[in-house]
């Protein structure tokens, strides 16, 4: 058995035809360091909240049957729940076939779309090996369905993508970005209050210049941004700014309610949807959106 430690706090997409062994590979009996139930989007428990599990016996064996005009829901449901777990910073399992590139591609860009970090887990297994895990199951899939998934299953990606089997043991290492020897100092609800964010960081000792990418402390000290950065005071594009250039320089942030609405107006702007909010949140969307598209991409 090999062991696998991955990263919390990202997108794992599963990729491998039925009866590869997808979902037993996310089941762990290791409840503090395992994969927990509810890090786990699965496409078929979707499918089956949705239209429950019909049956068919042929030849004494029984197959699943599903509604494949449900699949549209299905991926929508997923898309939203996935959308909202992005935004939780949230550890992720994608169980679904995810058989070639085309259909990662989907999940690695809106993983990228809130600076999630995606990784294909691929199952490592071949069409023999699958016809006989399928042949045990209780319910089974004919084996023309197997043969043709098989056909457009890619065993390796252009995305990041680590090879994994039915033996990998999959632990989660947590993650601790904050040095607890470090000296932090902790701000938060600027809410576009740049100036007087400024006064408060060079009372505290820090030196900044946006201009020269400076942000650093002489004695080696941190802040921590805990959210809500933006709305409400004048300067929520510069406050973007200045907590960007302090993530670059080793400090750290936490995004907050705030930051998450202006996140969703411009998905909503992207979509061609209306943003929604109050004046504040509103005037904020309005700002960013006149930056050009790099720096709306790097802030």
Not at 243 to 257: E, F, P, Q, T, W
């Amino acid at each position: 058995m090999s062991d696998l430690i991955l990263n919390s706090g990202k997108l794992y997409i599963m990729s491998g035809i039925p009866a590869s062994g997808k979902s037993s590979l996310l089941k762990t009996e290791d409840f503090e360091f395992g994969i927990q139930s509810d890090m786990i989007v699965s496409s078929d428990a979707i499918r089956k909240q949705i239209l429950g599990l019909s049956t068919t016996m042929v030849e004494d064996t029984v197959s699943e049957t599903y509604s494949e005009s449900a699949n549209i829901s299905v991926f929508k449901i997923i898309e939203l729940i996935l959308k909202e777990r992005f935004r939780n910073g949230l550890t992720t399992f994608f169980d679904a076939t995810n058989v070639d590139d085309k259909t990662r591609a989907v999940y690695v860009n809106l993983a990228k779309k809130y600076n999630i970090e995606s990784t294909i887990l691929i199952m490592d297994t071949d069409i023999e090996k699958c016809r006989m895990n399928n042949s045990q199951r209780a319910h089974r899939l004919k084996d023309y369905v197997l043969d043709k998934m098989y056909e457009k299953f890619m065993p390796e990606s252009k995305y990041n993508y680590i090879k994994v089997n039915q033996d990998t043991s999959i632990r989660l290492k947590v993650n601790q970005e904050i040095d607890s020897s470090v000296s932090l100092d902790i701000i938060g609800d600027t809410h576009g209050l740049f100036d007087k964010t400024l006064a408060l960081l060079s009372n505290l000792g820090y030196v900044i210049d946006l201009s020269k990418n400076l942000f650093h402390h002489p004695e080696e000290r941190k802040v921590l941004f805990l959210g809500d950065f933006v709305d409400r005071g004048e300067k929520s594009i510069d406050m973007l700014r200045l907590v960007n250039l302090a993530i670059k320089k080793g400090h750290y942030s936490i995004i907050g309610n705030h930051e998450y609405k202006l996140l969703r107006n411009y998905e909503l702007f992207l979509n061609n949807e209306i943003p929604k909010g109050s004046d504040a949140v509103l005037e904020t969307v309005l700002d960013f959106m006149k930056l050009k598209q790099n720096e709306r991409s790097e802030l």
